[in-house]
């Protein structure tokens, strides 16, 4: 395990990083990140009741279409279902750990497309559990806890 508190990221720079790889839509970014997120806080806590190791503070939303940074929503809304350009700025120098975690999560994920990756999320617990009680297409700020993420992808690890 790593030791260290949380990472001192924001999901914008992680946004950053994953977008110098290559362009796509924002709904894909956002399932990046969430998996990113939730694979940092799997592998580097020991536990569940000692979850500070985070790869950034942002909580993830149940939206009706998977988990949202609202911040990130904001800031990629414009261009809708269309891609995001590639990245072509300096990006955020990151430990060789926490970059060989995100590099997995790419190879994982990378290829699949923001529906795909959407109905992924959908039938994961994290999601799920933040939805209950909740019509398919309502809308919701509800966050998803790191409880339930940790629950769910320490599974797939033991």
Request: hydrophobic share 35%.
């Amino acid at each position: 395990m790593i030791n260290q508190k949380k990472t001192g990221y924001t999901a914008d720079q992680i946004a950053d990083w994953y977008l110098s790889k290559s362009n796509m839509s924002p709904k894909k970014l956002q399932k990046i990140l969430y998996y990113a997120y939730a694979w940092v806080l799997t592998l580097t806590n020991d536990d569940i009741n000692h979850l500070d190791n985070k790869l950034f503070d942002n909580n993830f939303e149940a939206w009706a279409h998977g988990p949202v940074i609202y911040s990130i929503y904001e800031e990629y809304k414009l261009y809708g279902y269309n891609d995001i350009p590639k990245y072509e700025g300096n990006i955020v120098k990151l430990p060789d750990d926490i970059s060989d975690i995100l590099n997995q999560v790419w190879d994982e994920y990378g290829s699949f497309t923001s529906d795909q990756l959407e109905s992924i999320t959908h039938q994961e617990t994290p999601w799920i559990n933040a939805r209950e009680g909740l019509s398919p297409l309502a809308s919701s700020n509800k966050v998803i806890t790191d409880k339930d993420i940790f629950e769910c992808y320490i599974e797939r690890v033991a």
